[in-house]
């Protein structure tokens, strides 16, 4: 999958910003029966969706929008998702969810940061595309 451009992510993004990723959840014996039921048996033309793990995440700078408080991070169990790791920073890009306690899902585009020239652009991208959406004053 290729990901969309930084700015087309910015602009339709709910929330876009910088996490460190405390923890992950492992998927419940439930969620990953489910998941070895699909991958052995598939569902013929029956649209699903795997479950993912969750993510604990200390937000260390909102660059739009919020996370919730205490909400989940999705991190995939499949490299066709955005898969988080413990203990590293990312530059997240989502949509806020519709209900309460839903789990937030990274979209696809999300990256890890560190202090690398990638890294830097790409949130050097953000911050360009972040101030010249803004309308200027009259």
């Known amino acids: 999958m290729r990901a969309p451009p930084i700015a ?3 602009q339709t993004s709910d929330v876009v910003a910088i996490v460190h990723v405390d923890r992950i959840h492992p998927l419940t014996a439930e969620e990953a029966a489910f998941t070895e039921r699909v991958f052995s048996d598939p569902p013929l033309n029956l649209p699903i969706r795997l479950p993912s793990q969750s ?3 200390t937000v260390m700078r909102s660059l739009k929008g919020t996370i919730p408080k205490g909400a989940p ?3 995939g169990t499949t490299s066709c998702d955005v898969v988080l790791m ?3 920073d990312y530059l997240i890009f989502a949509r806020t969810t519709a209900e309460s306690g ?3 899902e990274p979209r696809y585009g999300t990256l ?3 202090q690398g020239p990638e890294s830097l652009s790409a949130l050097a ?3 360009h595309s972040l101030s ?3 309308p200027t004053p009259p």
Request: charged fraction near 40%; avoid cysteine; hydrophobic fraction near 40%.
């Open 132 to 134: 010249s959406s803004k």
């Open 112 to 114: 890890m940061i560190d």
């Open 73 to 75: 991070i999705g991190s």
């Open 86 to 88: 413990e203990g590293r």
């Open 102 to 104: 839903d789990k937030i």
């Open 55 to 57: 993510a604990d995440v």
């Open 125 to 127: 991208e953000v911050e």
């Open 8 to 10: 087309e992510l910015v």
